[in-house]
């Protein structure tokens, strides 16, 4: 197949590249980045299309000829908290996507979501479920990817956490109790690699999400144990956590933003299991941890441990 793809240099890009490049795939990363060396992360034989991606004719020429897009676009944080970053990201560049593949005439669309998506406060949340009523819209043979959060070697979520328990022996954390499901980065891959093979999933939004709940408190400290250092993880209240949301706001790169904080007072954990629909056995987290984090000096993991006393 000829599989155009936008995002593709990013966490789940990368993963889902490797495995269609495995397969004899013709793969083209749409970038906005020409500096970025993206032959280094990119499989042997992948092309890169450098241009704008929010310009209609870009987007048109590089998605003809081609049997299926794949949209991995999204981000988790904008340039201040009003929502219009979110909506350029998710649901304008969305609809950008969807008119190039009517007028370029490929039919097979995979649209990255989230779970919860169009639910709660959240702008990430709500820009989600407008981006997925497009798709549904669209006349096209869509799929939907609702994942929770995303794990694996190189990750946003366990490796942002790892470097800030490096930097204190104290980490307030807001929304402690809020509930995640986490879901392998393969998986997630293997999933939609498996889409672009079924007709049966045209049509089909799949919830991916682990085999494992955590409160995001346990998953840190989880993280820290793995790690092998001894930190005091302190859930605040949330008039503390929506304060700590709104100074980060103003924190070059953001580790943490005032919609992080309204996406958190939703569990991340989903009711219909995506991967068993597709035949994927789902990836716990011990199995990846080690390489993810690393082990810790002269000791094992104890991930078995710590699960049995929960």
Sequence with gaps: MKIAV?????????????????????????????????????????????????????????FQGQDAVVNLVGILNERGDNGRGFQRAHVGLTKLVVAACQLAGVCRLLQMSSLNAGRGESFYLKSRGEAEAVVKASGLDWTIFQPSVIFGPGDGFFCRFAALLKLSPVLPLARAGTRFAPVFVGDVAEAMRRSLHDRRTVGQVYELYGP???????LVRLTARQLGLTRLVLPLPDALGRLQGLLFDFVPGKPFSSDNYRSLKLDSVGAIDGLHQLGIPPTRIGQQLPAILGSPAGKQPRYDRYRAAR
């Design 6 to 62: 936008l995002g593709g240099t990013g966490f789940v890009g990368r993963a889902l590249l490797a495995r269609l490049a495995a397969e004899g795939h013709a793969l083209t990363v749409l970038s906005r980045n020409p500096h970025a060396h993206l032959d280094r992360l990119l499989p042997p034989g992948t092309q890169v299309a450098c241009g704008d991606v929010y310009d209609p004719e870009f987007l048109k020429a590089r």
């Design 212 to 218: 494992e709940v955590f409160t995001l408190g346990e």
